[in-house]
Nanobody, 118 residues
C-alpha cells in the first residue's frame, strides 16, 4: 500500500477557500488513481472527487461540482483539492485515498479537518 499524508485543513468562513494537499510515499504514485473523501460528524464517509493516474480525467460529487477542483502533480507525488465557495455543509474530516486500476480504495491518510463557519 501507499502511505498518504494530508494537510491544508483549517477554519474558514463561508464563501472562503482552502487547498488540501496529500503527499504519497512508498509506491510509484503514478500507478494510483487518487480520490478525496470526507466524513462529517454522525455521517458516513462520502466520495468528494477523484482523478485518474495521468490526471487526465476527474469526477466530482454533485454537491461539490463547480466549487472544488482535484488535481495532481506526479513529479511531486501529490494530489490536491482546491475548495472554493465553501459552505457550512462542507465541514468534515477530509481524507485522500489511492487505488490501483480495477482495485478499490485501500490506502488512506489520517485525514485533515475542514471547518466552515457562518
Amino acid at each position: 500500500q501507499v502511505q498518504l499524508v494530508e494537510s491544508g485543513g483549517g477554519l474558514v468562513q463561508v464563501g472562503g477557500s482552502l487547498r488540501l494537499s496529500c503527499v504519497a510515499s512508498g509506491r510509484t504514485f503514478s500507478n494510483y488513481n487518487m480520490g478525496w473523501f470526507r466524513q462529517a460528524p454522525g455521517k458516513e464517509r462520502e466520495f468528494v472527487a477523484s482523478v485518474t493516474r495521468s490526471g487526465g480525467s476527474q469526477w466530482y460529487a454533485d454537491s461539490v461540482k463547480g466549487r472544488f477542483t482535484i488535481s495532481r502533480d506526479n513529479a511531486k507525488n501529490t494530489v490536491y483539492l482546491q475548495m472554493n465557495s465553501l459552505r457550512p455543509e462542507d465541514t468534515a474530516v477530509y481524507y485522500c485515498s489511492a487505488r490501483r486500476d480495477l482495485g478499490s480504495y485501500d490506502s488512506w491518510g489520517q485525514g485533515t479537518q475542514v471547518t466552515v463557519s457562518s
